[in-house]
T-cell receptor
């Protein structure tokens, strides 16, 4: 069964450093998303991406964040200068395939980001 | 006012019990509703997807939506220890790849 994959599973970085989180969405899906979950809190939407551009973003997704689809399979989230409060689990999701609704979002296993 | 409210539990039930999980929401513009299951330190797994008021059944799971009361439920019949997880409700405005708004999740423990 197709699934969303994410690398790395755990990333440790120093405050102020840049990190890139990588995702391979389900093949043929059209919409791609990033969410985050701070420990003990709810899953929060960051950004959605469709047709090679951002379609929606939350107030969390400020200038420190960017997304890219560098090729036909990868989808990345870059945090330019990490802060302690960026420590969270980051989930990639994808949705949208012929005969399926765009709202059935399938999540990857997540990347745990720890900022020291 | 939080948009999506969900009792965090924990909820503990014996194996075989019927489980009822609920969410309320404040934004009447939400049209599409989902239930996800999340095991510890894993990604959310889509269980059920509904968009109309009423019931939708899939195996041991039944999703119920009452848009007039802004209330959704997930029922699990014949609960199993493997159902022990956190259950997240989520909802969105439109059928066009919009952001999901999640509840905080209800922790469920099914004891043998």
């Amino acid at each position: 069964e197709p699934e969303v994959t994410q690398t790395p599973s755990h990333q440790v970085t120093q405050m102020g450093q840049e990190v890139i989180l990588r995702c391979v969405p389900i093949s043929n899906h059209l919409y791609f998303y990033w969410y985050r979950q701070i420990l003990g809190q709810k899953v929060e939407f960051l950004v959605s991406f469709y047709n090679n551009e951002i379609s929606e973003k939350s107030e969390i997704f400020d200038d420190q964040f960017s997304v890219e689809r560098p090729d036909g399979s990868n989808f990345t989230l870059k945090i330019r200068s990490t802060k302690l409060e960026d420590s969270a689990m980051y989930f990639c999701a994808s949705s949208g395939q012929e005969r399926q609704t765009y709202n059935e979002q399938f999540f990857g296993p997540g990347t745990r980001l720890t900022v020291l | 006012q939080k948009e999506v409210e969900q009792d965090p539990g924990p909820l503990s039930v014996p194996e075989g019990a019927i489980v009822s999980l609920n969410c309320t929401y404040s934004n009447s513009a939400f049209q599409y509703f989902m239930w996800y299951r999340q095991y510890s330190r894993k990604g959310p797994e889509l269980l059920m997807y509904t968009y109309s008021s009423g019931n939708k059944e899939d195996g041991r799971f039944t999703a119920q939506v009452d848009k007039s009361s802004k209330y959704i439920s997930l029922f699990i019949r014949d609960s199993q220890p493997s159902d022990s997880a956190t259950y997240l409700c989520a909802m969105t405005l439109s059928n066009s790849g919009y952001a999901l708004n999640f509840g905080k999740g209800t922790s469920l423990l099914v004891t043998p």
